[in-house]
C-alpha cells in the first residue's frame, strides 16, 4: 500500500511519543520508508535507540550533527520523504511551525522541506483548547498542513477531553489517504453522516442521538481507498476525517440539497442519522413560555434522500447504499426497507439498548443486498468501514 514511499517522521517531545513506535512498526508493515527525526525533549520520553531499531534507519536529533551534514544536508533531509509526518505534534512545535521558527532540526526541515505536511496533535486537553494553540492550528491548516486527531478521551495527566494523538493506525489511514492510489482513485462517492437539527424555533431543535462515528470512518474508508469523497455531515461529535470534502448542513432539507449538488457520484452512501420529521412552520422568533398554556408542535415529513437518489431515473449512482438501524427483526426490517427505497445494499444494524452499539465504538451489522443477507462479526466501527469500502471498490472496478 505504501511501498516505495518515504515518511520522514518528526517525534515531538510528549508523553504520546510512545505510539509512535508502534506508528513506525505500522508504517513499515505497509511498506513504507521511515526516517526517523526526535527533538531533544522526544529523547526524554523515548530512546533514539528504540526508534532506530524499529526504523531500521538512523535517527537525526540535531541540526549541527557534522556527521550528519557530511552525509546529508538538513535541506536535502527535508526533501528526501514524500510525506513529512509530526507525531506527536506538541502544542510547543505547533506554535514553533506556525511561527516559522527553526531552532533545531525538526523545526528547520518543516521550514525547509517542499513536501506535504502532516500532523498528529497531542496534549493536554486545556492546552489543545487554548486560543493560541487553535489560533496556531487554523494557521497550519492555512499552510496546507493536514490534521489527525486529537481524539478526546482520558489522558496521561488525569484529565479527558481532546488532545490524545490518534491511535496508529488512524494515522497510518491518514497518511494511506495521502499518499496512495487505491482501487477507487478517480471514482466519487458521496457519504451523509450524523444527525440532522429540526428547528422548534431559533432556540430549540429535535436531534437524535447519531454521533456520526460510523459514517465519519466509512468516509475516511473509501478515501484511503482513494475514492474523492464528498462528506455531507449532520451537527456531529465526531471531527470529519481529512482529505475529503467537507459539507456541513443542518436540517434533513440541507442534506438533501447538498446530496443532490454534490452529484453525479458512482456511488452514494447514506449513513445519516436524518430526522424524519420537521416540524411545520418553526417560529422565527423565540416561543415565549405561558403559563398554563403549552405550544402544539405539528409535524410534516422530512424529504427521504435515499429513496430519492436510489429511485433517480437519470443520473442515479451505480451503488447506492442505505442503513437501517433496527430494535427488533432486525433483518425483515431491513429487507423491506431496501426494497421500498430502492437502493442496491442496506446495512442492517440492532441499536437495541443493551447491544452499546449507538454512540459505541463497536458495531455488528448484516448486509442485505440482492443476494441476500451477510452477517458479518461484531467489530469496530473503523473495521465495518473498511470491510464495506473494500466491498464498494470490489463492486465499483
Ligand atoms: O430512517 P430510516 O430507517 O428510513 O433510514 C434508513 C436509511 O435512509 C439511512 O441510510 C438514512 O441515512 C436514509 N434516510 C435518508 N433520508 C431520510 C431518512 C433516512 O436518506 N429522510
Known sequence: MLSGKRILLIIGGGIAAYKSLDLIRRLRERGAAVTPVMTRAAAEFVTPLSVSALAGEKVYTDLFDLTDEAEMGHIQLSRVADLVLVAPATADLMAKMAQGLAGDLATTLLLATDT????????????????ATQRNLAVLRGDG???????????????????????PLEIVDAVVGALADGPLTGKRIVVTSGPTHEPIDPVRYIANRSSGAQG?????????????????????????PEGVEVVRVNTAREMRAAVLAALPAEAAVFAAAVADWKVIAASDSKIKKVAGALPVLEFE????????????????????????????????????????????????????????????????????SGSGAEAWPRMGKHAVARQLAARIAETLV
Request: hydrophobic share 45%; charged share 20%.
Open 145 to 167: 498542513v493536514s490534521v489527525v486527531g486529537p481524539n478526546a478521551g482520558d489522558m496521561a495527566c488525569g484529565e479527558y477531553g481532546p488532545g490524545r494523538m490518534a491511535e
Open 301 to 368: 415529513e422530512n424529504p427521504d434522500i435515499l429513496a430519492e437518489v436510489a429511485q433517480m431515473t437519470e443520473g442515479r449512482p451505480t451503488l447506492v447504499v442505505g442503513f437501517a438501524a433496527e430494535t427488533n427483526d432486525v433483518i425483515d426490517n431491513a429487507t423491506a426497507k431496501r426494497a421500498r427505497k430502492g437502493c442496491d445494499w442496506i446495512v442492517a444494524n440492532d441499536v437495541s439498548p443493551e447491544t452499546g452499539i449507538m454512540g459505541g465504538s463497536e458495531n455488528a451489522v448484516t448486509l442485505i
Open 216 to 240: 465519519t470512518a466509512i468516509a475516511a474508508a473509501l478515501r484511503v481507498l482513494g475514492a474523492e469523497v464528498v462528506f455531507v455531515t449532520g451537527p456531529a461529535e465526531v471531527s470529519p
Open 116 to 131: 506535504p505536511v502532516m500532523i498528529a496533535p497531542a496534549m493536554n486537553v486545556r492546552m489543545w483548547e487554548h486560543p
